[in-house]
């Protein structure tokens, strides 16, 4: 695979990054270690994330803590708290592959870390530095055979979203970089074949010269876009209708079937009820599923994060500002059941059914003294 | 030697005040967080952030921004050492008000470039800098036209430019030349930055707009349905803006241990960089007190307030002092040590409101602002 991706097909010279790999990204990793700090630096040991191979570990998820300090937090699967590995700053989703056990995790945007463990314990965890003129938008996901991590990453002075490769096997080494076809692209998650790579690009810019402020809110452009996974081509974008503009589409996953499912976060009036959640397939329109109104309202115009519960067909969203989590069946789109949850903010698909995690420290049936962060990443194949 | 005290004296402050202490371990017990759920209790706070702050704050910089084009058009026609100075003096007051009210990244301003047409920075590849050079040079006089502008590069449109034609290379030719094309094309930037100023004041100000909105969250609001989401956005706007200070007005010249690009500071070229700093925080600063957000807190935590209030004036002592020639700010150990106190308050100050204020008033510890991720 790795030696398999070709040139971008792009207007703009792709960036493969031949001459400036070997001297930018230690540079990189030097000021980013000076930056973070010798006390953290000191916990990236090997067994600094031996948490993560107890056989009880099934969920990570990013958080921070009393104090202000951030983390990794290792949890079970009633979410017990097993252990926590240290960060430096705020992360935000997480991408795990199964075939190797490499869990990484992403700065929140427009942050420029992330961080490798493996799950065996095995080595030190790697740290990657953004690339010069990017910074991580949060999200990214592993090829099947783990050997390729793609990561979200914005290309700021250009404006466009990115998916930076990364070698697995050559010490996370960034080996080029392939357009989203769009702009403001956050979650990112490749088909169960490895061929296809789907960018939720949320269409809003953001610049880090402006910190986290959204820039073209009265001119967004949303869009998903399916991508070849070998060679970066356009497949398929989607974008939204003219009157669905302000519909930012910011997270995905994928279902059994290989159909995608996607949560939106609404930019435009707060009275208005637009539809938060679809799905669609390659060569297929996008589908949006017709809440009933009380639904859409509960999810305060704002789904942080969708997940599909494979065995079970079901699909879970959270809203933060809603409060609410709420189950589809994922053959009809109808709602099975609705839950307050006080900021609501992860959801993975557990043995059961969905762990849900809060911004109050709530996990599943357990509660801890941290502020869980937005993702919940399942340490194993999709449940 | 008393020099040397007086600045240590908040340096050491401010250090000290970096270590978090959670409001429980210093008054014993949780704050009771406010029902955010009560339309009365979050009312009277809105009412003021929007009324007594954010509406007077784009009136006044309106008022400076269009005095400004008054006092740079008048020195165009009649170039002396003193209608320089009245234009100097209308350029502070004006880049003053818009610092205090540029705190506020939402709403009007970011719409229709706005913000990016009143301060285009940081100019981080000199566009900015060099699109107003080859403006200068080519002296097109559809350039000295203030109503052609909005459809010019916003680089060419707001207070970068302008300084550039009052400060930059080559301004000391403005005294000698009445009406010259440099100059009348600094009256048709100023009198661009007073139009912005003016769509922002009236977008405030209009009935039925924003600023009822943001008074009266509800079901059919069109920008907050409850309290809750209108308390989280203003207290955003603090975090957001304490975040910009550190990292985006000062971070982007000088970081410690790091190599300084003096150039890289806003508002060097006329020396305003410290003064437009000190009233991003006076801003921030306002919008606590004067928008009663300390009344959204339980009364038994209300040092959680008088803490915040703390580090806001220990920013605002120093920030005033320090050289503002910024070359020999980052350069002189004395005042090196200024700016490093500024970044570990400015560091203090966002822990503060996120943490401690959105902890307090039950926001989530301040964790999110569910703005998109």
Known sequence: MASGFHAIPDAKPPRTFAGIAHASPLLDRRAFLRMAGAAWAATLAPGGARALSRTDAVFASGFRDRAGSFGLAVLAEDGTLIDRIALPARSHGMAFSPATGHLVA????????????????????????????????????????????????????????????????????????????????????????????????????THPDFGRTKLNLDHMEPSLALIDAATGALIERHGLPAKLNRLSTRHV???????????????????????????????????????????????????????????????????????????????????????AVADAAGIAA?????????????????????????????LGRPA | MLTRLRLLIPLMAGLLLSVPMPAAAQEGGTPEPPDLGDATVVADVMEKAVDDVIRPGYRAFHASAERLAETVGAFCEAPSAESRAAAETAFRTAIADWSRIEIVRVGPVIEGNRFERILFYPDRKSTGLKQVQALLQRKDEADADAGALPRKSVAVQGFGALEFVLYGTGAETLVGEPESFRCRYGAAVAANIAAVAGELAAAWDAPGGIAEAWKHPGPDNPVFRTGREAVTELLGILVHGAEAVRDQRIETFYRHGGTARPKSAIYWRSGNTWLSIDANIEGLATLFDKGGMAELIDPDFI???????????????????????????????????????????????????????????????????????
């Not at chain 1, 910074?135 to 793609?150: A, E, K, Q, V």
């Not at chain 1, 059961?352 to 937005?374: I, T």
């Open chain 1, 106 to 205: 992403f700065a929140r945007r427009p942050g420029t870390f992330a961080l490798v463990v493996d799950q065996g314990g095995a080595g030190a965890p790697v740290t990657l530095a953004a690339a010069e003129g990017r910074h991580f938008f949060g999200h990214g996901c592993f090829s099947p055979d783990g050997r390729l991590l793609y990561a979200s990453e914005n290309d700021f002075d250009a404006n466009r979203g990115m998916i930076g490769l990364y070698d697995a096997r050559d010490g996370y080494r960034r080996i080029g970089e392939y357009p989203t076809w769009g702009i403001g692209t956050h979650d990112l998650a490749v088909s169960d074949d490895g061929r296809m790579l789907i960018a939720a690009n949320g269409g809003i810019e």
């Open chain 1, 350 to 378: 557990a043995a059961r059914d969905f762990a849900v995690s809060s911004y109050g420290g709530r996990f599943a049936e357990s509660r801890a003294d941290v502020a869980f962060d937005q993702h919940i990443q399942r």
């Open chain 2, 303 to 373: 040092s959680i307030a008088g803490n915040i209030d703390f580090v806001a004036k220990s920013l605002r002592r120093v920030a005033p002092t320090v050289d503002p020639d910024i070359e020999r700010a980052v350069s002189t150990p004395e005042e090196q040590q200024k700016i490093a106190f500024l970044l570990v308050n400015a560091r203090d100050l966002v822990l503060r409101l996120d943490t401690e204020y959105g902890g307090a008033i039950g926001l989530g510890a301040g964790f999110s602002f569910a703005d998109g991720d």
């Open chain 1, 253 to 339: 996953d994928l279902d059994a079937k290989g159909r995608i499912w996607f949560a939106c976060q609404y930019e435009g009036p707060r009275n208005d009820l637009p539809p938060l959640v679809g799905r669609f397939a390659r060569g297929e329109a996008l589908h949006f599923v017709d809440l009933p109104e009380e639904t859409t309202a509960g999810l305060a115009n704002y789904v942080g994060a969708i997940a599909v519960n494979r065995r079970e067909g079901l699909v879970g969203l959270t809203s933060p500002k809603g409060g609410r989590a709420v189950i589809l069946d994922a053959a009809s789109g109808r709602v099975l059941r609705e839950e």
